[in-house]
């Protein structure tokens, strides 16, 4: 791999492939600003002729080892909805394919970050909603019994399942 300089970062370009090595810091400032997005989007175009989009009986998984630790890295969907995988070594840094950086850029500036965060503080807010509703029915339960019945444990649990599903299917 050869050094490069993108926006005041070195990341680390392999020759035969065209993907590149971030290190974190230089990956949450892209992240977080929009300069930084702007030399990336500057250097990263796409390769002639290349697919953004393989089918999938050309996708074969590989996990790769970390240039810097060695240890396998970590598949990730960026944002968890943005449909760019990236192997990803959390102390060290992110691996992009040819043309992923650009994308997760263009994933960005088209609010798809901001998306990602609200959507998950949804999921946060009813996690929350749906313990409290447990915590309020098991105080309800425990104030009008002084024990609870096997039969109370089965409907706690058919709740909790019942939100779980809710949670899952919306």
């Not at 309020?136 to 706690?156: A, E, G, K, M, Q």
């Amino acid at each position: 791999m050869i050094p490069i300089k993108v926006g005041g970062f070195v990341m680390r370009e392999c020759e035969k492939c065209g993907g590149l090595w971030v290190d974190v810091a230089a990956f949450e400032k892209i992240c977080a600003d929009r300069e930084h997005q702007s030399a990336v989007l500057g250097v990263a175009m796409s390769a002639p002729g290349h697919s953004l989009h393989p089918s999938p009986d050309q996708i074969t998984v590989h996990y790769f080892p970390c240039p810097q630790c060695g240890q396998l890295m970590n598949r990730v969907n960026f944002a968890r909805c943005s449909g760019v995988i990236v192997d990803v070594c959390r102390g060290h840094g992110t691996w992009f394919d040819r043309d992923e950086l650009r994308e997760i850029v263009e994933f960005i500036r088209a609010g798809g970050l901001e998306l990602s965060r609200q959507k998950e503080r949804r999921e946060i807010k009813f996690e929350r909603d749906q313990l409290e509703r447990e915590r309020l029915v098991v105080t309800s339960l425990s104030t009008s019994h002084s024990i609870l019945h096997p039969d109370d444990d089965r409907i706690l649990g058919l709740s909790a399942a019942g939100g779980l599903l809710k949670f899952l299917l919306d």
